[in-house]
């Protein structure tokens, strides 16, 4: 294998271009099997391989800097870096994360995993440079519908001006996650039409240098304009056509679908099979029933979407139902909560779904636009909680984000009957924006209908009425509330009050007052980071009183790919740990509990 030889950027040099054309299929091979291995980003990685050989066959890694933009287009760039095994050899397939990350490599330069960041960041690095009157190249890669993001805007904006050695490329696939949205890409597409020569052109009106690439998933057509390009002293946009999930036809032929793909995608002969359409209730799909039943009768309702549809189970066929009420802002999540902002305020009735890790970019959005104005909308909050994932892609730090906005009503079903409580009030209101935060744990179901009148803001429910202890179970740590209550009197006699807190944005204090006369103890659970979150509403409460106050929950903290089971351990979030902690405030001997 020619990949044998290539163990840095360096050994591409040598290479002839038949046998660059050569590793390209190479390492499209190791990456199908790996991530149909693993699991990961597919069609991104398998469109941009010929581009990364000719980035470093024509660059200087890591003397010229190379800032990829999301970074799910980094797998072809770590193989060449020094970081093969990952992807070669099964038992290392779970070294490296999925995204740049400078701890791995020098070739890395930034530790990326959100959109549209490439331009900016490739900026400063650039300005940095000409402060110290240095000279390389600094190349930014951009793509995946990356280029609706504002920050991906308002780079180029600065980058057209910036000066000095600055390479733009653009990876136009003509897609995002799903399909492409906004205006800009009816702009690509007259491009890729003209094979670059349309008058009309976004980049030469910003004033850049315009070099347009037909064949961007050929290797030698994208070495002669890298080429052409390399050491420039001032900014150049490369558009590079290619085909996202470029080799592998199942891909290619269901570009949404791979986008990242679950282990198993493919059969052992590279066939992928739809799954099987048989009805499984979850949170997704009880969602869309509700949306669909909704549309019926409203046609004020609408559905806006950052470009995640996959997230939410908004399928293809769900989309066209809604028709005009489904709108995909594409990767904008600030201008989809202004956008939904203003539709509310007009006497439309949106329901903004959102993954918990992009709701970070639309803070001043939801601050100002949203509740500042108090409009009347419902933003469903996607995959919130502690978990394993990537550094990039944390849900753990909505609940202060959003619950300590003014205006914002956060709410915390715990189960089905209430979340679709929840969301027929949210959704029929005029008074409150409402955010409500999914369950991402499988569907659970009280089998009773919810009646609870949620206009009364700020009200818990005391499931179970006990005495010493009150342990608040927040949202999706209901259950595991219920464990340490159950537990707590098996192993001390101690018969715990049992309370659903339902608001992650303020605290009950008629409760929390009346809780003094009897306990001596409060617990809170909440699947999040602790800092700025519920429990410290709880604890600050209760902060002039004699109340002990444990809060049970996240530490501040980027963690990477750490197993649940070992976050729940550090955080003391196990049921015996939990009691331990219990015990150790009531001063009782402490008792060994089983976790």
């Known amino acids: 294998m020619i990949l044998d030889r290539v163990n840095n950027p360096q050994d591409l040099k040598i290479l002839e271009m038949s046998e660059l054309s050569a590793l390209a299929d190479e390492m499209r091979e190791i990456i199908i099997k790996k991530v149909n291995t693993t699991g990961g980003h597919f069609g991104p990685n398998l469109g941009i391989i010929e581009a990364t050989i000719a980035m470093h066959y024509v660059f200087n890694s890591p003397v010229d800097k190379i800032v990829f933009d999301v970074s799910h287009q980094c797998y072809p760039h770590k193989i060449l870096t020094g970081r093969k095994e990952g992807f070669t050899n099964p038992e290392k397939y779970l070294t490296y994360t999925g995204y740049t990350a400078p701890e791995e490599s020098p070739h890395d330069l930034f530790k990326v995993g959100h959109t549209s960041t490439s331009v900016s960041l490739a900026c400063g690095v650039a300005k940095a440079r000409d402060l110290r009157d240095e000279k390389y190249n600094v190349i930014a890669l951009i793509g995946d519908g990356s280029l609706t993001g504002g920050e991906a805007l308002e780079g180029l904006n600065n980058a057209a001006v910036l000066g000095g050695n600055l390479i733009i490329i653009v990876n136009d696939n003509d897609m995002s996650i799903a399909e492409n949205h906004g205006g800009i890409y009816s702009n690509l597409k007259l491009l890729r039409e003209t094979k670059g020569q349309a008058e009309q052109n976004f980049f ?66 590279g066939n992928y099979t739809p799954p099987s359409e048989a009805a499984v209730e979850d949170y997704n799909s009880i969602t869309k029933d509700f949306i669909l039943e909704k549309a019926k009768k409203d046609k004020n309702l609408i559905v806006v979407n950052p470009a995640t549809p996959g997230v939410h189970g908004f399928t293809p066929d769900f989309r066209a139902k809604l028709g005009r009420q489904y709108v995909d802002t594409g990767i904008a999540e600030e201008h989809a909560v202004a956008f939904s902002s203003a539709l509310a305020k007009n006497g439309a009735k949106p329901i903004l779904a959102i993954m918990t890790s992009f ?79 999914v369950p991402a744990e499988p569907l659970t179901s009280c089998g009773a209908e919810d009646k609870t009148d949620y206009s009364k803001i700020n009200k818990s429910k005391v499931l179970e009425k006990g005495e010493k202890v009150a342990i608040l179970g927040l949202g999706s740590f209901a259950g595991k509330a219920k464990e340490v209550k159950e537990a707590l009197k098996q192993n001390t006699g101690i018969n715990a009050t049992l309370i659903n807190p339902v608001y992650i944005s303020g605290v009950d204090e008629e409760l929390l007052e009346s809780l003094k006369a009897d306990h001596s103890i409060v617990v809170t659970l909440e699947d999040g980071i602790l800092d700025g979150g519920f429990g410290e509403k709880v604890a600050r409460f209760y902060g002039n009183s004699d109340m002990k106050v444990l809060n049970f929950g996240g530490k501040k903290e980027f963690t990477d790919r750490v197993p649940l089971e070992e976050l729940y351990n550090r955080y003391h979030l196990t049921t015996g740990l939990i009691i331990n902690d219990i015990k150790k405030a009531l001063n009782m001997e402490k008792i060994h509990v089983h976790n």
């Not at 290797?219 to 470029?246: A, F, R």
């Not at 570009?255 to 198993?264: A, C, L, Q």
């Not at 730090?397 to 914002?408: E, G, H, S, T």
């Open 204 to 269: 030469k009106t910003m004033g850049f240098e315009y070099h347009y690439i037909d064949e961007g998933n050929n290797v030698e057509k994208v070495i002669e304009t890298l080429q052409k390009v390399k050491d420039t002293d001032h900014p150049v946009i490369v558009h590079l056509k290619t085909i996202k999930g470029h080799g592998c036809a199942a891909a290619e032929a269901n570009k949404e679908v791979f986008h990242w793909i679950i282990p198993g995608t493919l059969d052992t002969k």
């Open 359 to 437: 709701v970070q970019r639309t803070y001043d959005q939801l601050s100002q636009d949203l509740a500042l104005n108090n409009s009347p909308l419902t933003m469903l909050v996607y995959w919130g909680g502690l978990s394993g994932a990537d550094a990039t892609h944390l849900g753990s730090f909505d609940i202060p984000l959003i619950c300590n906005i003014p205006n914002i009503v956060y709410l915390a079903p715990t189960n089905k009957e209430e979340y679709l409580a929840m969301l027929e009030w949210s959704y029929e209101q005029n008074d409150y924006p409402v955010a409500i935060r």
